[in-house]
């Protein structure tokens, strides 16, 4: 038997007996809520947590959050906090209590097991816990009963609400900086009148006297102030991975110990003064570097108590913005911000769509077209049915998005890390031998002379140089329409060479209009022959069936696809089928050739029953206005161009000039554009595309690039989406990533020179400490603000 819980690590009261076997041996606990999460831990064979958790103390649950999760039973509420997909839901825990990564190891392992449970992923650092599950097997609440059951309390978590979590930082970060500032002026006074006592003499006693006085106002600024650093340092021993607070965190330590021994035993120098004025220089850095890096989320999250007027039940009545339901009507006023996915319910409106599209040009809504969130009213007073809330929204999916592509960081970025690392430990090593040389020849100042390295070599400046560009570059390019969902995207879109374009749809506007319809028998009207086709087409969401979408169709039933060839399907017991060319003559069905040689230019498509030709429709699309522009702006950056179509070579060329192209092919398969992409000797390319019969090339391209209009199949694939649809973003992309890889390549050789100029300045004994921290602080700063530069055009 123990005298320390097992579990917690509290001590148990005296006379207390409660005990569980765990592992065949016998444990005492200090309370039965810790015996029964052994016990859960025990059952679910998860008691490697016990041998992979760093910190010996678990913390206690508590079940006041609960509570939280039972308000989920409201649809509204749920819609907020938890993304559907068919029967998949993914929601976000802020958990408490994690301590390590044992703790994540054994969260995720346990809400794995868990029978519904289809990913469970946590971050150690921000404490979330991102999982999905299949509904009605899981629920929120059955989730936050297995963490507390586990030992972890969690509550319901929102991406946007992390603008709140960093405003309540920068308040702390306000305070802190605040204390430092207020701390040093104090030291400094006191250090002054000690160095012109010094130079005019001045009694022992008011020197003791000073020096106390400096020891009060720098104590709040060490142990206090300098909080930050230390948290950090302890964090890097445990997870043993060393960035800058741990050399910082040992300068100000022994700085601080050092100069109140000296205080105490009234021998040697007391450097408050260094001490105060190091740590308000590296806050004050740390400070400008956060303000310089944050960014908005699309998500508002002071919206949530904005009050908006409802009608509900035939009556107008003011609410909270969180308390909007589904199916609610909510009426939006000129100049304000829609608060929710629906449909516009009203004759029209002007909608601002730039928070989205980055276009700035307003689009006119009509009655029952649909309206995202976070964009804005123009000039009509609107009325929007609400369809979506919360994390099923747009915007969200968006912000979503955005954050997964910031968190996978690419190989330059784990190497800089890494780098980093290396680097921390360089400089611990080079500040000890520093330390012991100085020492060795007698130097009164060898103590300062090794804190000085410490902190003018922290590589900051190294770390930051990558991720603030890359940072800086996503949100740039995500407000312009170019949303990125893939980390390695910026790296991959600098080092293109080729790229590769679809025509439908990407380099056409995609919206087909019926030019001609010639009848091959008197058996149909023109308008049966219309609606006969506009029957086959009306489970498409293809271009082509884009414009037969306005005809009363006919009833059709079987109706299948062929991907980039035709459909087929039964009217009355017959078999109609629609299709290109090579389609047709697949289903034994001869197209006379006086007939094609009469074909239009355009794209040309026959309707067919059985085995008899009944109409040849030609359709016309329209180039868009920026196309050759954009073509030739990228051959002019030294990139080929190339495009992969399923048109047939008269259609293809009738709009797109094939002098326009390095290479030009025509009638392509899904599976021949794959081919085609796989046997490129170039691993620098870039495929743009749109409908499904891109997806294989999209999917199996280095990079690929959907259009805002694509099926959602063909952006799921891709790495990233043009939201805006204007082709200029294409190479507005390709020339932001190359500005980025140079911003990024400066900041490093920034890093780099600073670093090896400083070394030896402050193994010298040329640099004091607060110097050295002035310097630290301004190197970040520049790296900054160098990437920052990727903001702007």
């Not at 293809?542 to 299948?560: M, W």
Request: with cysteine; net charge neutral.
């Amino acid at each position: 038997m123990t005298s320390s819980c097992f579990h917690c690590g509290d001590a148990i009261p005296s006379g207390l007996s409660i005990t569980a076997d765990i592992k065949h041996q016998s444990q005492s606990f200090c309370c039965y809520g810790c015996q029964a999460i052994a016990t859960c831990i025990h059952d679910a064979d998860l008691e490697k947590y016990y041998e992979k958790r760093q910190n010996q103390r678990a913390t206690r649950p508590s079940d006041d959050n609960i509570g939280a999760f039972e308000l989920l039973s409201d649809p509204s509420n749920y819609a907020r906090y938890v993304h559907s997909e068919n029967d998949a839901h993914t929601m976000q825990f802020a958990i408490t209590g994690i301590t390590c990564s044992a703790c994540a190891w054994l969260i995720e392992k346990r809400l794995s097991s868990l029978e519904g449970v289809n990913s469970a992923f946590v971050n150690v650092s921000s404490q979330i816990a991102t999982v999905t599950w299949k509904s009605p097997l899981q629920s929120p609440l059955s989730i936050a009963q297995t963490l507390l059951a586990i030992g972890y309390s969690a509550q319901p978590y929102l991406p946007g609400e992390q603008d709140l979590h960093q405003r309540k930082e920068k308040q702390k970060a306000i305070i802190r900086l605040g204390v430092a500032g207020v701390g040093m002026m104090q030291v400094m006074m006191s250090s002054i009148a000690m160095y012109a006592g010094d130079m005019d003499g001045m009694d022992d006693i008011y020197r003791q006297l000073l020096r106390w006085v400096s020891f009060i106002f720098a104590t709040p600024v060490a142990l206090y102030a300098g909080l930050p650093f230390y948290r950090g340092a302890l964090r890097d021993l445990k997870n043993r991975h060393f960035t800058m607070d741990l050399p910082v965190s040992i300068g100000i330590g022994l700085a601080y110990v050092s100069s109140t021994a000296a205080l105490i035993t009234q021998t040697g120098h007391v450097y408050f003064d260094s001490v105060t004025m190091f740590i308000f220089f590296l806050l004050l850095g740390r400070f400008l570097e956060t303000v310089a890096r944050s960014n908005q989320s699309l998500i508002n999250t002071d919206d949530a108590l904005t009050a908006i007027t409802v009608i509900r039940n035939s009556e107008s009545m003011q609410i909270a913005q969180r308390d909007l339901a589904l199916g609610d009507t909510v009426k939006v006023d000129p100049g304000q911000i829609f608060p929710a996915d629906g449909t516009l319910k009203s004759t029209l409106t002007a909608v601002d769509e730039s928070s989205l599209t980055g276009e700035y040009n307003p689009v006119i809504k009509y009655l029952g077209d649909n309206i995202s969130a976070s964009t804005t009213n123009i000039d009509q007073t609107a009325l929007l049915e609400v369809t979506q809330l919360g994390q099923n929204t747009k915007a969200a999916a968006i912000s979503r998005i955005t954050d997964r592509a910031l968190t996978e960081k690419p190989a330059i970025a784990l190497l800089a890390d890494k780098v980093a690392h290396y680097f921390v430990i360089a400089v611990l090593v080079i500040a000890a031998a520093t330390y012991f040389f100085w020492a060795m020849q007698g130097e009164p100042e060898a103590y300062w002379i090794m804190v000085s390295v410490l902190v003018v070599t922290c590589p900051c400046a190294l770390s930051l140089a990558t991720p603030t560009a890359l940072t800086t570059v996503t949100n740039r390019l995500k407000n312009d329409g170019f949303l990125i969902t893939r980390g390695h995207v910026i790296e991959a879109l600098a080092k293109v060479d080729h790229v590769v374009f679809d025509k439908t749809g990407t380099l056409t506007l995609g919206e087909f209009t019926v030019r001609n319809t010639t009848l091959m028998t008197d058996e149909y009207s023109k308008s049966d022959i219309l609606r006969l086709i506009a029957g086959l087409e009306q489970c498409s969401n293809h271009p082509i069936a884009k414009a037969f979408g306005n005809i009363s169709p006919f009833e059709f039933s079987d109706i299948k696809n062929v991907t980039s060839q035709g459909v087929y399907g039964v009217h009355k017991g017959a078999t109609y089928c629609f299709g290109n060319a090579d389609f047709i003559k697949s289903q034994d069905i001869k197209i006379p050739a006086a007939l094609v040689e009469a074909t239009n230019t355009g794209l040309t498509l026959y309707l067919c029953r059985a085995s008899t030709l009944l109409a040849k429709v030609d359709l016309h699309d329209q180039i868009r206005p920026e196309t050759k522009e954009v073509l030739e702006r990228l051959t002019g950056m030294g990139i080929a161009v190339s495009l992969l179509t399923g048109d047939t070579p008269m259609s293809a060329q009738s709009i797109l000039p094939t002098k326009w192209f390095s290479h030009y092919q025509t009638s392509c398969t899904p599976e021949e554009k794959w081919r085609w992409l796989m046997n490129q000797p170039s691993q620098n390319m870039l495929m743009v595309g749109d409908g499904l019969n891109d997806v294989p090339a999209l999917a199996g391209a280095t990079t690929s690039l959907a259009m805002g209009g694509s099926s959602d199949l063909a952006k799921l694939h891709s790495d990233a989406v043009l939201l805006s649809n204007h082709l200029s973003g294409v190479a507005n992309a390709i020339m932001a990533a190359k500005r980025c890889k140079r911003i990024i390549k400066q900041n490093l050789a920034w890093a780099v020179c600073y670093n090896t100029t400083l070394l030896p300045l402050a193994v010298m004994g040329w640099v004091p400490p607060w110097v050295a921290a002035i310097g630290m602080a301004l190197s970040s700063l520049i790296v900054v603000i160098n990437a920052t530069r990727l903001s702007r055009n």
